[in-house]
Structures are given as C-alpha cells and as structure tokens.
C-alpha cells in the first residue's frame, strides 16, 4: 500500500488486530441547538460523528434513516452524505464532529495511512449510558478548542479520544453473544446506581424490545429488570444509612432518587420500615475490636464506630471503608497492639464492642470497663453461625437471613459460570513460605472454593484442611489445569518466589503455560467470615472467568 492509498471497508471493533495502531484527529468541534433544528443533506469529506444529547426527530446517513434518540451517537463515513431533521416544536440539542481516521499499517516501515468506511455503525445508533458520560466530555472539548493556548487546545484532542473510547465500549457491548451482554447490562445497573435507568435504554443496550429484554433478564436472573434495580438501590442505601453525617437527600441522590420523599417512601414499602428509623437502628456506636469483626457487621449493613484499619494490614477494609468508619483502631503486628486499641476505645466511649471470644482474660476485663461486650467464637461455629449469633445478638436477624438467601444466589450462579469455563479442569492452591511449596487448604478454601463452588481438586487428601509440602518434582507431575498462588509477604520468601518463576521446570507447567496462574492475597483467603466468603466467590469468579457473579 503506497503513502496515498487508502483503507477501504470496515474497522471490526471486535477484531484487536484491526483496532491496534487506530488513531483519531479532531478536525472540527460544533455544539449546535434550537427548535426545529435542520440540517440539509451534506457530503462529508472527513468523518463524521453526530451526538444527540437531547431532541426528537430523524438522522439520515446516505439513504438510512434513524429515529433520533437523546444520547446516541451517529456515525457518518467519509464521503457519504448525512441530514438531521428535528420535530416541530422539539428543541434539539446536539454535537457535530469531523474527523479523521488513521491506522498505523506496514511491514518494517510502518506508516499511517487514513481510514475510509465504516468504523461505528451506520445501522441504529450507540446509545451510551450513563447518560451524563458524553455531555461534560463534549463541554470540554469545545472549551479547550476556543482557548488561546496552544496546550489547552492540544487537550481537546485527549479528550475527544476519552470519548471516542466510551462510544466504541457500547458498540462493542451490543456485538457480543446475547447472554454476555445480559451480564454486562446487569454489572452496568450494580455500577451506576446513580444514574437515572429505564427499561427503555437499559433494552436499548441489547437491541431487544422493553417486553422481550424484561422477558429474558427475568428467565436469567428470576426477577424483572426494575425489580432488581430497586433491590441494588435499597441494599446500597441501607450500607450508605450505617454512615455518620449523611443526610437522607444525599444518600437518595447517590441510589438515583432525586425526590427525597419519594426514595422514603419506596424505602418504607421495600423494607418495611422508615429511613429515619433504619438510620438511627443502624447508626449505633458499635466497636469492632478485630478484623473478623468487621466481616460480621457489613452483611448485616452496619458499618462499625470503631475498627482496627490499615493500609497495608487491613487493605481492603482501609481502602473500601476508612472514610466511612470515624475511629481507626491500632491495627499492627506489634505486642502493644491491643494495649493500644483498649486506650483508643476508652477515648472514644463505644456503645458496644464486638469482640472474639478468644481474646485474653486481661482484655475481656479492661474492654468491660469501657462498654458492654458481646463475644463471638471461631471455635468450632461455622462462618454462618457466626453471622447468625452476630446477628441474634444486635437483633438482626432477618437482615442475616436475607443476606445468606442472597449469597445462596449469588454462588449458584458463579458456581455454573465457573463449570463453563473451567470444564472440568483441576485446580490447585499452592501456599509458599520461606524456600517450601505447600499444597494448602484451609476453612475458607475448604468450604468455598472446593464446598460451594465445588472446583475440582488436582489432589485429594485424607482431610478437607490441609498443608502438604510439595517438592517442585512432585508439583510438576500433578499436571494441573489452574494453579493458584498464595506468597508469604516477606524477602526470603519473595526470593525463592521469583527464583521459582524463572525454573524451567515452573515454566513448563501446563498451568503456566496455558496462563491459568493466578496469585492470591491473604484476604479474603485466609479470612473465615461472611463477607470475606462473599468475596472469595467473587474474586474465584473474576479470575477464572473473567466473570462476575
């Protein structure tokens, strides 16, 4: 192909061969708007990309009309001829760019050379949600371009390729196979809780009808579209109620209610009793004075007074939680620790301490002087009948029992999505500490990843809980289909670790070699609480499908 010629034909967005190397350049940036807004039949030499952020009527690209949609996203290819015609008396608002498209092509001396025909499709439209995404992106853009300075105009291009990303992610959601894109609209409801959602534009999202999307989300999930939006919404409402300072507006602005009194009474309807009464239920003073603790209370929606946070001993619960817990309690690995967490828990005064039954004597008594406490074993009680006692005990037991219905759930369904995957392959959890291999299998791993999820064993020993040491001889021959990796966080053990990765023995695995290895942190596996079995099902799920439940 010489420096003139062209690419014909069109850009398969599925295809990353055909994606790589694609650049785009913004030639012109137009906000137009007004009622009965027209634009007469035009040919294009560059590419256009017609955003409607609001408006009723048709686009035309060539011969092919569409019904205008607000937030979709028309695509008119180089040299065709495109049209807007607007309702009478609609007021439409919308975004006009021209641009170029180039892709890098060649052998040794790669060059690029321009773009012409499809590149987004030309039959239907894009509609991007949440639907705020594109309009600040758009504002940006023909901001930086009126600038007078050379750099702020340069960021305009940045940003129309911030764009030109989050249309090109839709058009890719609507060409996969159906049950995937079931799944992607299900995950786009979970992240944007937010957002104002209908059945409309979540069917839009698939090309299905309102009828027959609602028909087929309910077959897959047992339950209707909206009725499951409304359950995300309450149960991220009832975490945001446990909060300190929160108001009732804002916790309903951040579930997608901009009528505060309409949220409440939906609230009311939905769990039966008022926002205002589940608040001050939920917004008890309660310490939680280990990490396990913590684990208790977040399935029972109650976000703890007090808890030991940290970033690097702690990290998921600091990351997720630090904002919203007011007393970060001590949480090294120093002797002094608990000496320090009873000061700083007799400095803040809880109204109740969460603790384990196995701490000292010595601590039982001094936490006794600062608040009543409630014990809870790890001895010999199950992960559920820890939440269930947990629960007995602060009263809220119906809030348990609704979680473990919803995990029921939630593991069957990784449970098939994993058999799909894996079909059958072994698995294996590997423990390195030190310069040793262990074969390893604790409660959680136990019940979880081999009980509930029921993966199949690359070995099977006399005992469910287990740490076998392996020689890498006798790793090698189990010939295992995914390998799963636990590494003690320490220098000697990081050494061996790396050394390990580099033996042509490890290398040759048929786990390595396939890329079904997978490295673990301690938390959640080797935690052995509710939430912390929740996320061993998710995470199982992320790593070896690429799934979520």
Not at 130 to 139: A, G, Q, R
Not at 167 to 192: A, D, G, I, N
Not at 232 to 239: F, G
Request: proline share 5%; charged share 25%; net charge neutral.
């Amino acid at each position: 192909m010489t420096r003139g010629e062209q690419q014909s034909g069109t850009i398969n967005l599925n295809d990353d061969n055909m994606m790589e190397g694609l650049m785009f350049r913004l030639r012109d940036a137009t906000c137009l708007q007004g009622e009965a807004l027209n634009i007469h039949p035009q040919l294009t030499q560059s590419h256009v990309l017609i955003y409607v952020r609001q408006g009723q009527g048709s686009v035309t690209i060539d011969e092919t009309s569409h019904r205008m949609q607000p937030h979709a996203v028309y695509f008119c290819p180089a040299d065709n001829t495109f049209s807007v015609e607007s309702n009478p008396a609609s007021y439409v608002e919308l975004y006009l760019f021209r641009i170029d498209i180039y892709q890098e092509r060649g052998g040794f001396k790669r060059r690029l050379h321009p773009v012409q025909g499809e590149l987004l499709p030309c039959r239907g439209e894009v509609v991007v949600l949440p639907t705020d995404t594109l309009v600040p992106l758009c504002e940006s853009m023909l901001h930086d371009r009126e600038s007078h300075d050379p750099l702020e105009r340069f960021r305009s291009q940045y940003t129309f390729e911030q764009f030109i990303y989050h249309v090109m992610q839709f058009y890719r959601l609507k060409q996969q196979p159906s049950s995937s894109t079931l799944e992607q609209v299900r995950l786009h409801m979970e992240r944007h809780l937010d957002q104002g959602m209908t059945i409309e534009q979540l069917a839009r999202m698939m090309d299905l009808s309102p009828k027959y999307f609602g028909d087929v989300f309910k077959k897959h999930y047992g339950t209707s579209p909206m009725d499951y939006l409304t359950e995300l919404r309450m149960n991220r409402a009832k975490l945001l109620m446990a909060r300190p300072n929160l108001k009732l507006r804002d916790i309903a602005h951040q579930v997608g209610y901009q009528d505060e009194f309409y949220f409440s009474r939906k609230f009311k309807k939905e769990i039966g009793v008022a926002p205002t009464v589940y608040m001050k239920r939920k917004r008890r003073r309660i310490a939680a004075y280990s990490l396990n603790m913590i684990g208790l209370l977040l399935p029972l929606r109650i976000i703890p007074y007090a808890a030991p946070l940290h970033p690097k001993w702690t990290a998921y619960y600091y990351r997720t939680y630090h904002a919203d817990i007011p007393v970060h309690l001590r949480a090294y690995r120093q002797h002094d620790a608990s000496s320090s967490k009873i000061q700083e828990l007799t400095e803040h005064s809880p109204e109740l301490i969460l603790c384990p039954a196995e701490a000292s004597s010595k601590e039982k008594e001094q936490l006794e002087r600062i608040a009543p406490v409630y014990y809870i074993s790890a001895q010999g009680l199950s992960w559920r009948e820890q939440l269930r006692l947990t629960a007995e005990l602060l009263g809220e037991t119906e809030e348990a029992e609704t979680w473990l219905g919803k995990y029921e759930q939630q593991v069957n369904r990784a449970r098939e999505k994993l058999h799909a995957a894996v079909q059958g392959g072994t698995c294996l959890i590997i423990r390195i500490t030190r310069n040793a291999i262990y074969a390893y299998s604790n409660r959680t791993m136990a019940e979880i990843f081999y009980g509930d999820l029921q993966m199949k064993p690359a070995v099977v020993y006399r005992e469910a809980i287990y740490e076998e040491r392996l020689s890498m001889e006798a790793l090698v021959k189990l010939d295992v289909d995914y390998l799963l990796v636990l590494v003690q966080q320490e220098e000697e053990t990081l050494q061996h670790w790396e050394a390990v990765q580099h033996a042509p023995s490890w290398q040759e695995m048929k786990a390595v070699r396939l890329r079904h290895l997978y490295r673990l942190n301690s938390d959640p596996w080797r935690h052995y609480t509710a939430d912390a079995m929740e996320r061993v099902v998710q995470e199982t799920l992320q790593l070896l499908s690429g799934n979520r439940p």
